[in-house]
Protein backbone atom coordinates (compact mmCIF):
# COMPACT_ATOMS: atom_id res chain seq x y z
CA UNK A 1 0.00 0.00 0.00
CA UNK A 2 1.16 3.35 -0.65
CA UNK A 3 2.18 5.82 1.77
CA UNK A 4 -0.23 7.40 4.05
CA UNK A 5 -0.73 11.05 3.47
CA UNK A 6 -1.51 11.80 6.81
CA UNK A 7 -0.14 8.89 9.81
CA UNK A 8 -0.44 9.24 13.99
CA UNK A 9 1.33 7.16 16.20
CA UNK A 10 0.89 6.89 19.86
CA UNK A 11 -1.00 10.45 19.77
CA UNK A 12 -1.95 11.73 22.92
CA UNK A 13 -3.62 15.12 24.13
CA UNK A 14 -4.38 15.82 28.42
CA UNK A 15 -5.98 18.62 29.71
CA UNK A 16 -5.04 19.78 33.30
CA UNK A 17 -8.21 19.55 35.65
CA UNK A 18 -7.61 21.46 39.03
CA UNK A 19 -8.88 19.03 41.73
CA UNK A 20 -8.62 20.98 44.60
CA UNK A 21 -7.35 24.06 45.50
CA UNK A 22 -3.79 22.89 46.31
CA UNK A 23 -3.99 19.71 44.68
CA UNK A 24 -2.00 19.01 42.09
CA UNK A 25 -4.32 19.46 38.91
CA UNK A 26 -5.06 15.99 37.69
CA UNK A 27 -4.34 14.92 33.78
CA UNK A 28 -7.83 14.12 31.16
CA UNK A 29 -6.37 12.32 28.56
CA UNK A 30 -8.81 13.18 25.85
CA UNK A 31 -7.08 11.27 23.18
CA UNK A 32 -4.72 8.43 24.51
CA UNK A 33 -2.92 6.62 22.48
CA UNK A 34 -4.31 6.80 18.98
CA UNK A 35 -3.01 5.57 15.41
CA UNK A 36 -4.33 6.37 12.49
CA UNK A 37 -3.11 6.35 8.72
CA UNK A 38 -5.13 7.98 5.95
CA UNK A 39 -4.11 7.28 2.32
CA UNK A 40 -4.71 9.27 -0.42
CA UNK A 41 -8.19 9.40 -1.78
CA UNK A 42 -9.92 8.00 1.65
CA UNK A 43 -12.82 8.71 3.46
CA UNK A 44 -11.98 7.50 7.39
CA UNK A 45 -15.08 7.76 9.46
CA UNK A 46 -14.51 8.64 13.12
CA UNK A 47 -17.50 7.91 15.72
CA UNK A 48 -18.47 7.43 18.81
CA UNK A 49 -20.11 9.08 21.74
CA UNK A 50 -19.53 12.50 23.40
CA UNK A 51 -16.66 12.63 25.63
CA UNK A 52 -14.82 9.81 23.15
CA UNK A 53 -11.65 12.59 22.20
CA UNK A 54 -13.20 12.39 18.41
CA UNK A 55 -13.07 16.60 18.55
CA UNK A 56 -10.24 16.70 20.12
CA UNK A 57 -8.24 14.60 17.58
CA UNK A 58 -9.47 16.64 15.27
CA UNK A 59 -8.32 19.51 16.73
CA UNK A 60 -4.99 18.22 17.53
CA UNK A 61 -4.14 17.09 13.64
CA UNK A 62 -5.23 20.81 13.06
CA UNK A 63 -2.86 22.09 15.63
CA UNK A 64 -5.35 23.83 17.67
CA UNK A 65 -4.84 21.90 20.34
CA UNK A 66 -1.32 21.11 20.84
CA UNK A 67 -0.53 16.94 21.33
CA UNK A 68 0.93 15.78 24.86
CA UNK A 69 2.94 13.14 23.43
CA UNK A 70 3.04 10.77 19.97
CA UNK A 71 3.60 12.03 16.21
CA UNK A 72 1.42 13.55 13.98
CA UNK A 73 2.39 13.79 10.40
CA UNK A 74 1.53 14.57 7.20
CA UNK A 75 3.09 14.40 3.83
CA UNK A 76 6.08 13.16 5.40
CA UNK A 77 6.65 16.26 7.78
CA UNK A 78 5.96 16.10 11.80
CA UNK A 79 3.49 18.37 12.61
CA UNK A 80 3.54 18.08 16.54
CA UNK A 81 7.13 20.12 16.57
CA UNK A 82 6.65 22.22 13.96
CA UNK A 83 7.20 26.47 13.97
CA UNK A 84 3.95 28.22 13.83
CA UNK A 85 5.65 29.68 10.10
CA UNK A 86 5.64 26.11 9.24
CA UNK A 87 2.44 25.21 10.17
CA UNK A 88 0.88 28.33 8.14
CA UNK A 89 2.12 26.67 5.37
CA UNK A 90 0.85 23.00 6.45
CA UNK A 91 -2.74 24.93 6.43
CA UNK A 92 -2.56 24.95 2.84
CA UNK A 93 -2.92 21.14 2.32
CA UNK A 94 -5.32 20.65 6.13
CA UNK A 95 -8.09 22.75 6.08
CA UNK A 96 -11.57 22.08 8.16
CA UNK A 97 -14.93 22.33 7.91
CA UNK A 98 -16.67 22.45 11.51
CA UNK A 99 -20.34 21.93 12.44
CA UNK A 100 -22.10 24.57 13.23
CA UNK A 101 -22.37 26.69 9.56
CA UNK A 102 -23.08 30.06 10.89
CA UNK A 103 -21.20 30.55 13.87
CA UNK A 104 -17.75 29.53 11.84
CA UNK A 105 -18.46 32.58 9.16
CA UNK A 106 -17.70 36.05 10.07
CA UNK A 107 -20.76 37.94 10.28
CA UNK A 108 -18.98 40.76 8.84
CA UNK A 109 -17.38 39.57 5.88
CA UNK A 110 -19.29 38.79 2.34
CA UNK A 111 -19.26 35.74 1.15
CA UNK A 112 -16.98 36.43 -1.28
CA UNK A 113 -14.37 38.04 1.34
CA UNK A 114 -14.55 34.91 3.34
CA UNK A 115 -14.01 32.43 0.57
CA UNK A 116 -11.24 34.51 -0.79
CA UNK A 117 -9.14 35.41 2.62
CA UNK A 118 -7.16 32.15 2.64
CA UNK A 119 -6.17 33.34 -0.70
CA UNK A 120 -5.20 36.59 0.50
CA UNK A 121 -3.02 34.68 3.21
CA UNK A 122 -1.59 31.89 1.24
CA UNK A 123 -1.56 33.95 -2.28
CA UNK A 124 -0.55 37.85 -1.46
CA UNK A 125 0.85 38.26 -5.06
CA UNK A 126 -2.69 36.91 -6.48
CA UNK A 127 -4.18 40.10 -8.85
CA UNK A 128 -7.77 40.56 -7.17
CA UNK A 129 -9.69 39.60 -10.27
CA UNK A 130 -8.19 36.27 -10.39
CA UNK A 131 -8.76 36.35 -6.81
CA UNK A 132 -12.44 36.95 -7.25
CA UNK A 133 -12.29 34.61 -10.37
CA UNK A 134 -11.40 31.45 -8.18
CA UNK A 135 -13.79 32.69 -5.50
CA UNK A 136 -16.62 32.29 -8.04
CA UNK A 137 -15.38 29.38 -9.60
CA UNK A 138 -15.22 27.68 -5.83
CA UNK A 139 -19.05 29.34 -5.36
CA UNK A 140 -20.12 26.98 -8.47
CA UNK A 141 -18.76 23.84 -7.67
CA UNK A 142 -20.20 23.68 -4.25
CA UNK A 143 -23.64 25.14 -5.32
CA UNK A 144 -23.64 28.26 -4.68
CA UNK A 145 -25.08 31.18 -7.27
CA UNK A 146 -21.34 32.86 -8.09
CA UNK A 147 -23.98 36.23 -8.20
CA UNK A 148 -24.58 35.89 -4.13
CA UNK A 149 -20.76 36.89 -4.08
CA UNK A 150 -21.44 40.03 -2.01
CA UNK A 151 -24.12 38.65 0.40
CA UNK A 152 -23.57 38.33 4.13
CA UNK A 153 -23.52 34.87 6.15
CA UNK A 154 -27.15 35.72 7.30
CA UNK A 155 -28.43 35.69 3.77
CA UNK A 156 -28.23 32.43 3.66
CA UNK A 157 -30.00 29.12 5.10
CA UNK A 158 -28.13 26.92 7.36
CA UNK A 159 -26.88 24.20 4.35
CA UNK A 160 -25.99 27.49 2.18
CA UNK A 161 -23.75 28.09 4.79
CA UNK A 162 -22.28 25.13 5.08
CA UNK A 163 -21.51 25.23 1.54
CA UNK A 164 -19.63 28.16 1.91
CA UNK A 165 -17.67 26.57 4.65
CA UNK A 166 -16.72 23.78 2.46
CA UNK A 167 -15.95 26.55 -0.38
CA UNK A 168 -13.68 27.89 2.18
CA UNK A 169 -12.26 25.25 3.05
CA UNK A 170 -11.57 23.98 -0.35
CA UNK A 171 -10.36 27.01 -2.06
CA UNK A 172 -6.35 26.51 -1.21
CA UNK A 173 -6.99 22.80 -3.06
CA UNK A 174 -5.59 21.23 0.38
CA UNK A 175 -5.41 17.19 0.51
CA UNK A 176 -6.66 16.75 3.52
CA UNK A 177 -9.89 17.51 4.96
CA UNK A 178 -11.17 17.15 7.70
CA UNK A 179 -15.01 17.68 8.57
CA UNK A 180 -16.48 17.65 12.08
CA UNK A 181 -20.65 17.11 12.43
CA UNK A 182 -20.95 19.09 9.42
CA UNK A 183 -23.92 17.92 8.82
CA UNK A 184 -25.07 17.36 12.59
CA UNK A 185 -26.93 21.31 12.67
CA UNK A 186 -28.84 20.77 9.45
CA UNK A 187 -32.11 19.93 8.88
CA UNK A 188 -32.51 16.47 7.66
CA UNK A 189 -33.77 17.49 3.83
CA UNK A 190 -30.56 19.49 3.80
CA UNK A 191 -28.01 16.67 5.26
CA UNK A 192 -28.21 14.51 1.67
CA UNK A 193 -27.31 17.55 -0.08
CA UNK A 194 -23.89 18.18 1.64
CA UNK A 195 -23.33 14.54 1.83
CA UNK A 196 -23.94 14.49 -1.65
CA UNK A 197 -21.59 17.59 -2.27
CA UNK A 198 -19.09 16.02 -0.37
CA UNK A 199 -18.95 12.98 -1.79
CA UNK A 200 -18.94 14.90 -5.07
CA UNK A 201 -15.83 17.23 -4.51
CA UNK A 202 -13.81 14.25 -3.12
CA UNK A 203 -13.76 12.41 -6.73
CA UNK A 204 -13.36 15.69 -8.75
CA UNK A 205 -10.53 17.22 -6.38
CA UNK A 206 -9.16 14.09 -5.06
CA UNK A 207 -9.39 14.74 -1.34
CA UNK A 208 -8.90 12.72 1.75
CA UNK A 209 -11.60 13.37 4.19
CA UNK A 210 -11.54 12.60 8.17
CA UNK A 211 -15.01 12.55 8.70
CA UNK A 212 -16.18 12.78 12.30
CA UNK A 213 -19.89 12.36 13.26
CA UNK A 214 -22.49 10.52 15.23
CA UNK A 215 -24.76 9.92 13.02
CA UNK A 216 -23.65 6.72 12.15
CA UNK A 217 -25.98 5.85 9.10
CA UNK A 218 -24.31 9.28 7.64
CA UNK A 219 -20.68 7.71 8.19
CA UNK A 220 -21.21 4.20 6.95
CA UNK A 221 -22.67 5.93 3.57
CA UNK A 222 -19.64 8.40 3.29
CA UNK A 223 -16.19 6.59 4.54
CA UNK A 224 -14.30 3.94 3.09
CA UNK A 225 -13.27 2.86 6.61
CA UNK A 226 -14.40 3.69 9.94
CA UNK A 227 -12.58 4.26 13.23
CA UNK A 228 -14.78 4.01 16.85
CA UNK A 229 -13.54 5.52 19.64
CA UNK A 230 -14.24 5.02 23.48
CA UNK A 231 -13.00 7.35 26.12
CA UNK A 232 -9.79 8.54 23.73
CA UNK A 233 -9.16 5.27 22.41
CA UNK A 234 -9.57 3.16 19.42
CA UNK A 235 -11.35 0.21 19.93
CA UNK A 236 -12.32 -0.90 16.07
CA UNK A 237 -11.34 0.24 12.58
CA UNK A 238 -12.51 -1.41 9.85
CA UNK A 239 -13.74 -1.05 6.13
CA UNK A 240 -16.98 0.76 6.65
CA UNK A 241 -19.15 -2.06 4.86
CA UNK A 242 -17.42 -4.80 6.84
CA UNK A 243 -17.79 -2.94 10.35
CA UNK A 244 -21.67 -2.62 9.77
CA UNK A 245 -22.10 -5.96 8.39
CA UNK A 246 -20.03 -7.46 11.18
CA UNK A 247 -18.97 -4.98 13.73
CA UNK A 248 -16.51 -6.96 16.16
CA UNK A 249 -16.17 -4.84 19.21
CA UNK A 250 -19.18 -4.89 21.42
CA UNK A 251 -18.63 -1.51 22.11
CA UNK A 252 -19.56 -1.15 18.11
CA UNK A 253 -22.02 -3.75 18.41
CA UNK A 254 -23.94 -1.90 21.21
CA UNK A 255 -23.43 1.77 19.24
CA UNK A 256 -25.16 -0.16 15.91
CA UNK A 257 -27.74 -2.08 17.49
CA UNK A 258 -28.74 1.62 19.80
CA UNK A 259 -29.48 3.59 15.97
CA UNK A 260 -33.27 3.87 15.47
CA UNK A 261 -34.01 2.51 12.00
CA UNK A 262 -36.80 4.29 10.39
CA UNK A 263 -38.79 1.31 9.46
CA UNK A 264 -41.82 0.36 12.36
CA UNK A 265 -41.18 -3.61 11.69
CA UNK A 266 -37.46 -3.47 12.47
CA UNK A 267 -37.10 -4.15 16.48
CA UNK A 268 -33.89 -3.04 17.77
CA UNK A 269 -32.17 -6.28 19.32
CA UNK A 270 -31.46 -4.36 22.18
CA UNK A 271 -28.20 -4.95 22.80
CA UNK A 272 -27.95 -1.54 23.82
CA UNK A 273 -29.60 -2.96 26.98
CA UNK A 274 -26.58 -4.65 27.88
CA UNK A 275 -25.06 -1.35 27.70
CA UNK A 276 -26.49 -0.20 30.97
CA UNK A 277 -24.28 2.40 33.17
CA UNK A 278 -22.74 5.39 32.14
CA UNK A 279 -19.79 6.74 30.42
CA UNK A 280 -16.77 5.91 33.39
CA UNK A 281 -15.39 9.48 34.03
CA UNK A 282 -12.19 10.22 31.82
CA UNK A 283 -10.00 11.42 34.89
CA UNK A 284 -10.64 8.23 36.33
CA UNK A 285 -10.90 5.70 33.54
CA UNK A 286 -10.89 1.81 34.30
CA UNK A 287 -7.90 -0.02 34.37
CA UNK A 288 -7.35 -2.63 31.93
CA UNK A 289 -9.95 -2.64 28.74
CA UNK A 290 -11.92 1.04 29.45
CA UNK A 291 -15.18 -0.75 28.38
CA UNK A 292 -15.18 -3.44 30.60
CA UNK A 293 -17.31 -1.94 33.22
CA UNK A 294 -20.40 -1.63 30.55
CA UNK A 295 -19.17 -4.81 28.64
CA UNK A 296 -21.05 -8.30 28.92
CA UNK A 297 -18.04 -10.43 27.87
CA UNK A 298 -15.45 -8.35 30.64
CA UNK A 299 -14.06 -10.58 33.22
CA UNK A 300 -10.97 -10.33 35.33
CA UNK A 301 -8.53 -10.03 32.20
CA UNK A 302 -10.03 -7.11 31.19
CA UNK A 303 -9.94 -5.69 34.39
CA UNK A 304 -5.72 -6.32 34.26
CA UNK A 305 -4.60 -6.34 30.78
CA UNK A 306 -5.50 -3.48 28.39
CA UNK A 307 -6.52 -5.18 25.10
CA UNK A 308 -4.46 -3.59 22.40
CA UNK A 309 -5.79 -3.38 18.59
CA UNK A 310 -5.40 -6.55 16.67
CA UNK A 311 -6.69 -8.17 13.28
CA UNK A 312 -9.75 -9.79 13.55
CA UNK A 313 -11.39 -11.83 11.17
CA UNK A 314 -8.56 -11.96 8.71
CA UNK A 315 -9.68 -8.98 6.79
CA UNK A 316 -8.63 -5.66 7.37
CA UNK A 317 -10.41 -5.60 10.91
CA UNK A 318 -8.51 -4.12 13.68
CA UNK A 319 -10.98 -4.56 17.29
CA UNK A 320 -9.11 -4.22 20.81
CA UNK A 321 -10.62 -7.19 22.60
CA UNK A 322 -9.50 -9.99 24.60
CA UNK A 323 -12.67 -11.88 23.58
CA UNK A 324 -13.17 -11.56 19.42
CA UNK A 325 -11.86 -12.96 16.99
CA UNK B 1 -61.03 11.31 23.24
CA UNK B 2 -58.27 12.41 25.27
CA UNK B 3 -56.85 15.32 23.08
CA UNK B 4 -58.86 16.94 20.12
CA UNK B 5 -57.30 19.55 18.26
CA UNK B 6 -59.61 21.20 15.08
CA UNK B 7 -58.35 24.38 12.97
CA UNK B 8 -55.39 25.08 15.31
CA UNK B 9 -53.21 28.47 13.91
CA UNK B 10 -50.36 29.90 15.78
CA UNK B 11 -49.43 33.60 14.90
CA UNK B 12 -46.87 35.84 16.05
CA UNK B 13 -46.66 39.05 15.46
CA UNK B 14 -43.33 40.27 14.58
CA UNK B 15 -41.44 43.72 13.35
CA UNK B 16 -40.93 41.95 9.58
CA UNK B 17 -44.98 40.93 9.80
CA UNK B 18 -47.29 38.37 11.28
CA UNK B 19 -45.64 35.10 10.91
CA UNK B 20 -48.39 31.87 10.61
CA UNK B 21 -45.86 29.19 12.14
CA UNK B 22 -48.89 26.51 12.65
CA UNK B 23 -52.07 26.83 10.20
CA UNK B 24 -55.31 24.80 10.23
CA UNK B 25 -53.88 21.91 12.15
CA UNK B 26 -56.72 18.54 12.94
CA UNK B 27 -55.59 16.02 15.08
CA UNK B 28 -56.71 14.05 17.60
CA UNK B 29 -55.30 11.41 20.66
CA UNK B 30 -56.79 8.46 22.25
CA UNK B 31 -56.00 7.85 26.43
CA UNK B 32 -52.67 5.75 26.28
CA UNK B 33 -51.64 6.39 22.53
CA UNK B 34 -48.31 7.46 21.09
CA UNK B 35 -48.48 10.04 18.28
CA UNK B 36 -45.08 11.51 16.29
CA UNK B 37 -44.70 15.12 14.89
CA UNK B 38 -42.41 14.85 12.51
CA UNK B 39 -41.06 18.20 11.03
CA UNK B 40 -37.29 20.05 10.39
CA UNK B 41 -36.95 23.52 11.79
CA UNK B 42 -39.98 25.68 10.92
CA UNK B 43 -42.62 23.09 10.73
CA UNK B 44 -44.52 24.45 13.53
CA UNK B 45 -43.80 21.24 15.64
CA UNK B 46 -42.71 22.82 18.90
CA UNK B 47 -45.31 25.96 18.58
CA UNK B 48 -47.77 23.12 18.36
CA UNK B 49 -46.78 21.98 21.28
CA UNK B 50 -46.60 25.11 23.23
CA UNK B 51 -49.67 25.90 22.09
CA UNK B 52 -51.23 22.47 24.00
CA UNK B 53 -49.24 24.07 27.17
CA UNK B 54 -50.34 27.67 27.12
CA UNK B 55 -46.93 28.35 26.73
CA UNK B 56 -46.46 30.66 23.91
CA UNK B 57 -44.15 33.62 23.54
CA UNK B 58 -46.36 36.68 24.64
CA UNK B 59 -45.94 38.18 20.64
CA UNK B 60 -47.84 34.65 19.85
CA UNK B 61 -51.67 33.77 19.88
CA UNK B 62 -53.35 30.79 19.49
CA UNK B 63 -56.51 30.16 17.58
CA UNK B 64 -58.85 27.35 16.81
CA UNK B 65 -59.73 24.82 19.27
CA UNK B 66 -57.90 22.59 21.45
CA UNK B 67 -60.50 20.17 23.89
CA UNK B 68 -58.43 17.99 26.56
CA UNK B 69 -60.93 15.71 27.87
CA UNK B 70 -63.53 17.89 26.72
CA UNK B 71 -62.67 20.98 28.33
CA UNK B 72 -61.20 23.95 25.98
CA UNK B 73 -57.79 24.91 26.91
CA UNK B 74 -57.82 27.91 24.14
CA UNK B 75 -58.31 30.92 25.82
CA UNK B 76 -58.21 29.33 29.21
CA UNK B 77 -57.51 31.66 31.91
CA UNK B 78 -53.37 30.96 33.50
CA UNK B 79 -55.29 29.57 36.69
CA UNK B 80 -57.09 26.88 35.07
CA UNK B 81 -54.14 26.07 32.88
CA UNK B 82 -51.85 25.93 35.76
CA UNK B 83 -53.79 22.92 37.00
CA UNK B 84 -53.80 21.21 33.79
CA UNK B 85 -50.62 21.44 33.58
CA UNK B 86 -48.57 19.77 35.95
CA UNK B 87 -51.16 18.02 37.22
CA UNK B 88 -52.71 16.58 33.59
CA UNK B 89 -50.56 17.40 30.83
CA UNK B 90 -46.45 17.13 31.63
CA UNK B 91 -44.16 18.41 29.13
CA UNK B 92 -40.06 17.43 28.88
CA UNK B 93 -37.93 19.48 26.84
CA UNK B 94 -34.86 18.59 24.65
CA UNK B 95 -32.33 19.55 27.40
CA UNK B 96 -32.95 18.87 30.79
CA UNK B 97 -29.87 20.76 32.07
CA UNK B 98 -32.04 24.10 31.30
CA UNK B 99 -35.32 22.35 32.45
CA UNK B 100 -33.57 21.97 35.52
CA UNK B 101 -32.97 24.28 38.28
CA UNK B 102 -29.47 23.97 38.94
CA UNK B 103 -29.23 25.35 42.96
CA UNK B 104 -31.85 23.20 43.80
CA UNK B 105 -31.55 19.46 45.11
CA UNK B 106 -33.48 17.24 43.03
CA UNK B 107 -35.44 15.92 46.10
CA UNK B 108 -36.76 20.09 46.17
CA UNK B 109 -37.52 20.01 42.89
CA UNK B 110 -39.52 17.09 42.77
CA UNK B 111 -41.29 17.83 46.22
CA UNK B 112 -42.34 20.74 44.85
CA UNK B 113 -44.91 19.23 42.57
CA UNK B 114 -46.68 17.14 44.85
CA UNK B 115 -46.81 19.93 47.46
CA UNK B 116 -48.32 21.96 44.64
CA UNK B 117 -50.47 19.71 42.76
CA UNK B 118 -51.47 17.29 45.37
CA UNK B 119 -50.76 18.94 48.53
CA UNK B 120 -48.41 16.25 50.29
CA UNK B 121 -46.17 17.00 53.32
CA UNK B 122 -42.59 16.94 52.55
CA UNK B 123 -41.56 13.65 53.65
CA UNK B 124 -44.66 11.92 52.22
CA UNK B 125 -43.43 14.10 49.12
CA UNK B 126 -39.92 13.13 48.78
CA UNK B 127 -40.53 9.36 49.14
CA UNK B 128 -43.25 9.20 46.45
CA UNK B 129 -40.41 11.31 44.53
CA UNK B 130 -37.75 8.18 45.42
CA UNK B 131 -40.46 5.50 43.86
CA UNK B 132 -41.07 7.63 40.64
CA UNK B 133 -36.78 8.23 40.46
CA UNK B 134 -37.22 4.11 40.98
CA UNK B 135 -40.04 3.83 38.24
CA UNK B 136 -37.03 5.41 35.85
CA UNK B 137 -34.67 2.85 36.39
CA UNK B 138 -32.17 5.21 38.26
CA UNK B 139 -29.68 3.61 40.29
CA UNK B 140 -29.21 3.92 43.80
CA UNK B 141 -32.52 6.59 43.73
CA UNK B 142 -32.61 6.94 47.54
CA UNK B 143 -29.17 9.11 47.72
CA UNK B 144 -29.71 10.10 44.68
CA UNK B 145 -32.55 12.25 44.83
CA UNK B 146 -30.82 14.49 47.30
CA UNK B 147 -28.01 15.63 44.65
CA UNK B 148 -28.03 18.54 42.75
CA UNK B 149 -28.67 18.51 38.63
CA UNK B 150 -24.83 18.45 37.71
CA UNK B 151 -24.14 15.99 39.35
CA UNK B 152 -26.17 13.81 37.00
CA UNK B 153 -25.12 12.83 33.06
CA UNK B 154 -27.66 14.00 30.65
CA UNK B 155 -28.92 11.11 29.97
CA UNK B 156 -29.83 10.29 33.70
CA UNK B 157 -31.30 13.88 33.92
CA UNK B 158 -33.72 13.22 31.12
CA UNK B 159 -34.99 10.32 33.43
CA UNK B 160 -35.05 12.89 36.21
CA UNK B 161 -37.44 14.91 33.63
CA UNK B 162 -39.20 12.13 32.82
CA UNK B 163 -39.87 10.92 36.44
CA UNK B 164 -40.98 14.52 37.71
CA UNK B 165 -43.13 14.68 35.18
CA UNK B 166 -44.92 11.50 35.53
CA UNK B 167 -45.29 12.56 39.77
CA UNK B 168 -48.83 13.66 39.06
CA UNK B 169 -49.97 10.75 37.10
CA UNK B 170 -50.76 12.96 34.25
CA UNK B 171 -52.83 11.14 31.30
CA UNK B 172 -50.64 12.98 28.81
CA UNK B 173 -46.67 13.24 28.10
CA UNK B 174 -45.60 15.93 25.42
CA UNK B 175 -41.98 15.19 24.64
CA UNK B 176 -40.33 17.95 22.50
CA UNK B 177 -37.12 16.29 20.95
CA UNK B 178 -35.95 14.51 24.11
CA UNK B 179 -33.15 12.60 22.54
CA UNK B 180 -31.72 14.76 20.31
CA UNK B 181 -28.97 16.25 22.88
CA UNK B 182 -28.10 12.69 23.87
CA UNK B 183 -26.00 9.96 22.55
CA UNK B 184 -27.67 7.09 20.51
CA UNK B 185 -27.13 4.52 22.93
CA UNK B 186 -28.36 6.91 25.56
CA UNK B 187 -31.46 7.67 23.13
CA UNK B 188 -32.35 4.22 23.14
CA UNK B 189 -32.37 3.49 26.58
CA UNK B 190 -34.84 6.31 27.19
CA UNK B 191 -36.90 5.74 24.17
CA UNK B 192 -37.42 2.31 25.76
CA UNK B 193 -37.79 4.00 29.44
CA UNK B 194 -40.56 5.39 27.48
CA UNK B 195 -42.39 2.64 26.09
CA UNK B 196 -42.39 0.89 28.87
CA UNK B 197 -43.92 3.78 31.27
CA UNK B 198 -46.53 4.20 28.60
CA UNK B 199 -47.80 0.90 29.17
CA UNK B 200 -47.17 0.92 33.27
CA UNK B 201 -48.94 4.83 33.62
CA UNK B 202 -51.02 4.52 30.69
CA UNK B 203 -49.99 7.80 29.67
CA UNK B 204 -50.75 8.95 26.15
CA UNK B 205 -47.70 10.49 24.21
CA UNK B 206 -46.85 13.06 22.21
CA UNK B 207 -43.22 12.76 21.03
CA UNK B 208 -41.82 15.88 18.77
CA UNK B 209 -39.13 14.83 16.93
CA UNK B 210 -36.95 15.46 13.19
CA UNK B 211 -36.02 11.97 13.73
CA UNK B 212 -37.75 9.28 11.29
CA UNK B 213 -36.32 6.33 13.18
CA UNK B 214 -36.87 7.54 16.65
CA UNK B 215 -40.81 7.54 15.35
CA UNK B 216 -40.60 4.37 13.77
CA UNK B 217 -39.71 3.19 16.83
CA UNK B 218 -41.82 4.30 19.53
CA UNK B 219 -45.10 5.99 17.61
CA UNK B 220 -48.22 4.36 16.66
CA UNK B 221 -49.60 7.18 14.58
CA UNK B 222 -47.47 10.51 12.94
CA UNK B 223 -48.57 13.79 11.75
CA UNK B 224 -46.03 15.08 9.37
CA UNK B 225 -45.56 18.90 8.86
CA UNK B 226 -44.25 21.16 7.04
CA UNK B 227 -44.24 25.17 6.88
CA UNK B 228 -47.00 24.95 9.78
CA UNK B 229 -49.45 22.67 8.36
CA UNK B 230 -50.49 18.86 7.64
CA UNK B 231 -49.07 17.34 4.93
CA UNK B 232 -49.77 13.43 6.01
CA UNK B 233 -51.03 11.65 8.44
CA UNK B 234 -51.07 7.95 9.07
CA UNK B 235 -50.21 4.81 11.40
CA UNK B 236 -46.89 4.39 11.56
CA UNK B 237 -47.01 1.38 9.79
CA UNK B 238 -48.62 2.57 6.54
CA UNK B 239 -46.37 5.73 6.85
CA UNK B 240 -43.03 4.34 6.61
CA UNK B 241 -44.37 1.21 3.90
CA UNK B 242 -46.06 3.59 1.83
CA UNK B 243 -45.91 7.64 1.94
CA UNK B 244 -48.31 9.12 -0.18
CA UNK B 245 -46.92 12.61 0.18
CA UNK B 246 -44.12 13.77 -1.47
CA UNK B 247 -42.40 15.35 1.51
CA UNK B 248 -42.78 12.72 3.12
CA UNK B 249 -41.84 10.05 0.33
CA UNK B 250 -38.41 12.59 0.33
CA UNK B 251 -37.34 12.43 3.80
CA UNK B 252 -37.61 8.60 3.75
CA UNK B 253 -35.21 8.79 0.91
CA UNK B 254 -32.51 10.87 1.42
CA UNK B 255 -31.84 9.23 4.90
CA UNK B 256 -29.06 6.80 3.97
CA UNK B 257 -29.89 3.50 5.75
CA UNK B 258 -27.82 1.08 6.86
CA UNK B 259 -28.30 -1.46 3.52
CA UNK B 260 -28.02 1.40 0.93
CA UNK B 261 -25.78 1.29 -1.71
CA UNK B 262 -22.18 2.17 -0.08
CA UNK B 263 -21.40 5.92 -1.43
CA UNK B 264 -24.35 5.94 -4.10
CA UNK B 265 -25.89 9.61 -4.48
CA UNK B 266 -28.92 10.37 -2.19
CA UNK B 267 -31.85 11.48 -3.08
CA UNK B 268 -31.93 14.76 -1.59
CA UNK B 269 -34.75 17.14 -1.61
CA UNK B 270 -33.49 20.13 -3.56
CA UNK B 271 -33.69 23.97 -2.32
CA UNK B 272 -34.21 25.48 1.42
CA UNK B 273 -37.03 25.04 3.89
CA UNK B 274 -39.73 27.58 3.46
CA UNK B 275 -39.57 31.57 4.71
CA UNK B 276 -42.85 31.66 6.95
CA UNK B 277 -43.04 35.31 6.25
CA UNK B 278 -43.54 34.55 2.61
CA UNK B 279 -45.87 31.02 2.46
CA UNK B 280 -47.12 30.47 -0.99
CA UNK B 281 -50.67 30.99 -0.79
CA UNK B 282 -50.81 27.17 -2.40
CA UNK B 283 -48.93 24.09 -0.92
CA UNK B 284 -45.88 25.64 1.13
CA UNK B 285 -43.51 22.49 -0.50
CA UNK B 286 -44.45 23.40 -4.02
CA UNK B 287 -41.46 24.72 -4.97
CA UNK B 288 -39.06 21.89 -3.92
CA UNK B 289 -41.69 19.28 -4.71
CA UNK B 290 -41.18 16.78 -7.65
CA UNK B 291 -44.47 16.08 -8.17
CA UNK B 292 -45.87 19.48 -9.29
CA UNK B 293 -49.28 19.89 -10.69
CA UNK B 294 -50.89 23.08 -11.86
CA UNK B 295 -52.63 24.00 -9.07
CA UNK B 296 -50.24 23.47 -6.55
CA UNK B 297 -48.45 27.28 -6.32
CA UNK B 298 -52.22 29.04 -5.63
CA UNK B 299 -54.44 26.44 -4.18
CA UNK B 300 -53.85 24.62 -1.00
CA UNK B 301 -54.27 21.04 -1.09
CA UNK B 302 -57.15 19.74 1.40
CA UNK B 303 -55.87 17.31 3.77
CA UNK B 304 -58.17 13.88 2.99
CA UNK B 305 -57.98 10.36 3.20
CA UNK B 306 -56.47 7.90 1.12
CA UNK B 307 -58.71 5.88 -0.75
CA UNK B 308 -59.14 2.26 1.03
CA UNK B 309 -56.64 3.15 4.21
CA UNK B 310 -58.43 4.18 7.72
CA UNK B 311 -56.40 7.00 9.71
CA UNK B 312 -54.54 8.02 6.81
CA UNK B 313 -54.82 11.82 5.44
CA UNK B 314 -52.70 13.47 3.12
CA UNK B 315 -52.63 17.10 1.67
CA UNK B 316 -51.46 16.71 -1.95
CA UNK B 317 -52.85 17.25 -5.43
CA UNK B 318 -50.98 14.54 -7.53
CA UNK B 319 -52.67 11.03 -6.97
CA UNK B 320 -51.63 8.43 -4.30
CA UNK B 321 -50.54 6.23 -7.37
CA UNK B 322 -47.83 9.10 -8.77
CA UNK B 323 -45.95 9.06 -5.59
CA UNK B 324 -46.72 6.24 -3.66
CA UNK B 325 -43.07 4.42 -4.07
CA UNK B 326 -43.97 0.96 -6.42
Not at chain 1, 63 to 80: D, N, R
Not at chain 1, 143 to 156: A, D, K, S, T, V
Not at chain 2, 218 to 242: N, P, T
Amino acid sequence: MSRPLLSLRQVRVSFPVASGLFAKPKSLHAVNGVNLDLHAGETLGVVGESGCGKSTLARAILGLVPAAAGSISLLGKELTTQSSADWQKTRRDLQVVFQDPLAALNPRMTVGEIIGEPLGVHEPDLAKDERRRRVRAMMKRVGLLPNQINRYPHEFSGGQCQRIGIARALILEPKVVICDEPVSALDVSIQAQIVNLLIKLKHELQLSLIFIAHDLAVVRHISDRVMVMYLGKVVEVADAEELYRQPRHPYSRALLSAIPVPDPDYKRERESKFLRGELPSPLNPPSGCAFRTRCPLADGKCAQDEPGLRSVGGGASYAACHYVG
Amino acid sequence: MLLTVNNLGVRFTTEDGMVDAVNGLDFSLDAGATLGIVGESGSGKSQTALAIMGLLASNGQTTGSIRFKGKELVGAGQRAMNKIRGAHIGMIFQDPMTSLNPYLKISTQMAEVLIRHRGMGKREAVQESIKMLDAVRIPDAKNRVNRYPHEFSGGMRQRVMIAMTLLTRPELLIADEPTTALDVTVQAQILDLLSDLRDEFGVAIIMITHDLGVVADLCDEVLVLYGGQIMEQAQARSLFKGPTHPYTRGLLDSIPSLDSEHQSELVAIPGNPPDLLHLPPGCPFEARCAWRHEPCPTQRPMLVGVEGESHHRRACHAAVAEVRPS
